[in-house]
């Protein structure tokens, strides 16, 4: 009897490298007993999409596909809404979906991050029926949302003084 168990459906291997040496490293095959895995330039980990180079562009696309879907429906039914309810509408399928493993945001450039603002802006505009051409800072501020960088700084922060501070009895995992 084999000593591993190995699902080849499930197996994927991903190269980590530059753009430059990407060129060079394509299609890299890993032989592990009798299975080869072939390399592969996305990998999907608890629903976040890794690339091998680690921007997190396909992640954030799908990201935005799915929030602007969503805002879509939630703008065609959003005049039947009360405020409190789009609200809760919006903080429970976007924002969720936006705050979701943001912490691997940290330290991407800014143009990624102003993908994931724009949508953020966009669900701050249906919720306050808010016209376009408003600016937008003044609404974020009414609706007590930080800007996404903001946010995404103030969970890992967050996490942090919890993993310190945190009671002996509750998330002994997180603790020092």
């Not at 084999?2 to 991903?14: F, G, I, P, Q, W």
């Not at 890299?28 to 921007?55: H, K």
């Not at 799915?66 to 879509?72: D, V």
């Not at 919720?127 to 974020?140: G, K, Q």
Request: net charge positive; with cysteine.
């Amino acid at each position: 009897m084999d000593a591993y168990k190995l699902n080849s459906d499930k197996t994927e291997v991903m190269l980590f490298t530059s753009k430059h040496k990407a060129i060079h490293m394509e299609n890299v095959t890993v032989c592990f007993g009798d299975i080869n895995i072939i390399s592969v330039n996305t990998v999907r980990n608890l629903g976040v999409i890794f690339d091998s180079a680690l921007n997190l562009e396909q992640q954030l696309n799908n990201i935005c596909r799915s929030g602007y879907h969503q805002l879509r429906n939630i703008g065609h039914i959003r005049c039947y809404l009360t405020s409190d309810a789009s609200k809760s509408l919006v903080n429970g399928l976007i924002r969720s979906r936006l705050d979701y493993c943001n912490a691997l945001l940290n330290g991407l450039p800014q143009t990624s991050i102003n993908k994931l603002q724009r949508i953020y802006n966009t669900a701050a505009m249906i919720v306050t029926r808010t016209s376009r051409r408003s600016h937008i800072t003044p609404i974020l501020k009414d609706l007590h949302w930080l800007p996404v960088t903001n946010r995404v700084q103030f969970k890992i922060l967050m996490h942090t003084y919890k993993a310190l501070h945190v009671n002996k009895l509750q998330d002994t995992y997180l603790t020092c």
